[in-house]
């Protein structure tokens, strides 16, 4: 698993812890999923991977989830701080990448420190 994939799906349990059973229901309402696959997912992060297996987001979209979030009928406002936590990692990731100090200073060691 590349570090980006691991750093989202770190992302995604964080998210998910902070969401109860009544959250889970209105994303799956919000998600528009079917019968079959509401009964699948009993929890957040259960509905987090169906979203992400349906290519609906990605380690480099979260438009779709954000919209959830904020959305006033879902309400959850208050999460904010970890999706802009995840973005800025992100953005570090991209510049240690991109500037080829991956090996010297892993992306790792950011997930750690602000996850």
Same mark, same amino acid.
């Given at each position: 698993?590349?570090?980006?994939?691991e750093?989202?799906?770190?992302?995604?349990?964080k998210?998910s812890n902070q969401?109860g059973?009544?959250?889970?229901?209105?994303?799956?309402?919000? !998600? *528009?999923?079917?019968?079959?696959? !509401?009964?699948?997912?009993?929890?957040?992060?259960?509905?987090?991977?169906e979203l992400?297996?349906?290519?609906?987001i !990605?380690?480099?979209?979260?438009?779709?989830l954000?919209e959830?979030?904020?959305?006033?009928e879902? *309400?959850r406002?208050?999460?904010?701080d970890?999706? *802009?936590?995840?973005?800025?990692?992100?953005?570090?990731?991209?510049?240690?990448?991109?500037?080829k100090? !991956?090996?010297r200073?892993?992306?790792g060691?950011?997930? *750690?420190i602000i996850?």
């Amino acid at each position: 698993m590349s570090e980006r994939n691991e750093l989202f799906r770190k992302f995604l349990l964080k998210l998910s812890n902070q969401l109860g059973k009544v959250d889970v229901k209105r994303l799956k309402f919000l !998600a *528009g999923f079917g019968d079959r696959v !509401a009964e699948q997912c009993e929890e957040a992060l259960d509905v987090f991977e169906e979203l992400r297996r349906s290519g609906k987001i !990605a380690s480099d979209n979260l438009t779709y989830l954000k919209e959830f979030l904020f959305d006033e009928e879902f *309400g959850r406002r208050d999460l904010i701080d970890i999706v *802009g936590s995840y973005l800025h990692i992100c953005s570090y990731f991209v510049f240690f990448v991109s500037n080829k100090w !991956a090996k010297r200073f892993p992306c790792g060691q950011l997930i *750690g420190i602000i996850l």
